[in-house]
C-alpha cells in the first residue's frame, strides 16, 4: 500500500517521521516543501499528485476550512481519488464537513476515515498515539497497519464524523484541565507555595488531571512542552464543541472558561505559542506572575 501525506507540520510531520523509521516510503505534500524533507518524505509538488501517487493518503489540516480547500479545490484530493483509494483525515474537523466529504469521495469509491488523534507531540514521536476513527470498519481494518505504525491504541467510535465528534468532546475537556489548572497554579504561586508539593497533592486527590500530570511538571521549571497544538488551535476547537452541542440541543455551560482563556492567550500575543503557554496569559493579568521563576515575576 503506497503511502502519501499531505500537510506536515508540527502533528503530521512527526507523524510522518515515525512512518518513514519504520521503513516506509512516503510521498508527501506541504505548502512549505522544506517540511517535507524534514519529515523523511519524497516531495510531491501539489495535492494532486500526492493523492494520485497514493493507495492511503493521510491528511493532518489546521481546520475543516483548509480541509474542505485541500479536499475540494481545484485539482484536490477529490478530482484525483479513484475507486479502492482510502483518505484518512487526521485533522480536528467540524462533523458536518467530515459526512460531507465522506458522502462526496464515496461517490469516486474512494473511503474516508475520520480519525481525530490525541497524546500530543511527545506521543506522537514515540508513534504511540490515540485514535477515534469514524467510518467503515472495513475500511478501518484495511489501513490499520499503517495506522499502528504510529498509534498505540485505535478506536472504531461509528459512521462517518463519529471520530471527529469524540475528538471535539475530548478537546473540550482538555481545554477545561488545561486552562483552569493554569488559573489554579499561578494562584499557588502568588500564595507562595510550593508548586513541586502542590502538583503532588494533585495529583494524589481529586483534583488530578492530565495537564496535572503531565504539563505542569515541565512548565513548573520552565519548559512548555513546544511543538503541539497552539492557543488558536484550541481556541478552534472549543468553538467547534460549542458549535456541535448547539446543533445537538445540549447546554454548554462550562463553555465560557476556556473561550475566555484561550482567547485571553490569543489577544496577549500567545497566538501561535503551544497553549501550555496560557498559563502566561492568565500570569499576566494577575501581576507578571512566571511559575518557573522564584519571584514570580516576569
Given amino acids: 500500500m503506497?503511502?502519501?501525506?499531505?500537510?506536515?507540520?508540527?502533528?503530521?510531520?512527526?507523524?510522518?517521521?515515525?512512518?518513514?523509521?519504520?521503513?516506509?516510503e512516503v510521498l508527501g505534500y506541504d505548502v512549505r516543501t522544506e517540511n517535507v524533507t524534514a519529515a523523511g518524505a519524497r516531495p510531491a509538488a501539489s495535492v494532486g499528485e500526492v493523492t494520485a501517487g497514493s493507495d492511503l493518503l493521510l491528511m493532518s489540516l489546521p481546520d475543516s476550512r483548509v480541509v474542505e480547500a485541500v479536499v475540494l479545490g481545484d485539482g484536490g484530493v477529490l478530482a484525483h481519488a479513484r475507486p479502492g483509494q482510502i483518505v484518512v483525515d487526521l485533522s480536528t474537523a467540524a462533523p458536518d464537513s467530515t459526512t460531507r466529504i465522506h458522502r462526496l469521495l464515496a461517490e469516486r469509491g474512494a473511503a474516508y476515515l475520520d480519525a481525530g488523534v490525541s497524546g500530543g507531540a511527545a506521543a506522537a514521536e514515540r508513534g504511540a498515539l490515540t485514535l477515534m476513527v469514524g467510518g467503515e470498519a472495513d475500511q478501518l481494518e484495511r489501513a490499520r497497519p499503517v495506522l499502528e505504525l504510529f498509534s498505540a491504541q485505535i478506536f472504531h467510535c461509528g459512521a462517518?464524523?463519529?471520530?471527529?465528534?469524540?475528538?471535539?468532546?475530548?478537546?473540550?475537556?482538555?481545554?477545561?484541565?488545561?486552562?483552569?489548572?493554569?488559573?489554579?497554579?499561578?494562584?499557588?504561586?502568588?500564595?507562595?507555595?510550593?508548586?513541586?508539593?502542590?502538583?503532588?497533592?494533585?495529583?494524589?486527590?481529586?483534583?488530578?488531571?492530565?495537564?496535572?500530570?503531565?504539563?505542569?511538571?515541565?512548565?513548573?521549571?520552565?519548559?512548555?512542552?513546544?511543538?503541539?497544538?497552539?492557543n488558536t488551535l484550541m481556541l478552534k476547537d472549543v468553538n467547534?464543541?460549542?458549535?456541535?452541542?448547539?446543533?445537538?440541543?445540549?447546554?454548554?455551560?462550562?463553555?465560557?472558561?476556556?473561550?475566555?482563556?484561550?482567547?485571553?492567550?490569543?489577544?496577549?500575543?500567545?497566538?501561535?505559542?503551544?497553549?501550555?503557554?496560557?498559563?502566561?496569559?492568565?500570569?499576566?493579568?494577575?501581576?507578571?506572575?512566571?511559575?518557573?521563576?522564584?519571584?514570580?515575576?516576569?
Fill in 2 to 24: 503506497r503511502i502519501g501525506f499531505a500537510g506536515l507540520g508540527n502533528m503530521g510531520g512527526r507523524i510522518c517521521t515515525v512512518i518513514v523509521r519504520s521503513g516506509r
Fill in 160 to 230: 462517518s464524523g463519529a471520530g471527529h465528534t469524540v475528538k471535539l468532546l475530548n478537546n473540550f475537556l482538555n481545554a477545561i484541565a488545561l486552562s483552569a489548572t493554569a488559573e489554579v497554579m499561578v494562584a499557588a504561586k502568588k500564595a507562595g507555595l510550593d508548586l513541586e508539593t502542590v502538583l503532588g497533592v494533585l495529583n494524589a486527590s481529586s483534583g488530578v488531571n492530565f495537564a496535572t500530570l503531565n504539563r505542569f511538571p515541565k512548565i513548573i521549571h520552565g519548559d512548555y512542552l513546544k511543538g503541539g497544538l497552539t
Fill in 240 to 298: 467547534l464543541y460549542v458549535e456541535l452541542v448547539a446543533r445537538l440541543g445540549v447546554a454548554s455551560l462550562h463553555a465560557s472558561g476556556p473561550v475566555a482563556a484561550f482567547g485571553l492567550a490569543r489577544a496577549l500575543g500567545y497566538a501561535d505559542e503551544i497553549s501550555n503557554t496560557v498559563v502566561d496569559a492568565i500570569g499576566d493579568l494577575s501581576g507578571g506572575v512566571r511559575l518557573h521563576e522564584k519571584d514570580g515575576g516576569v
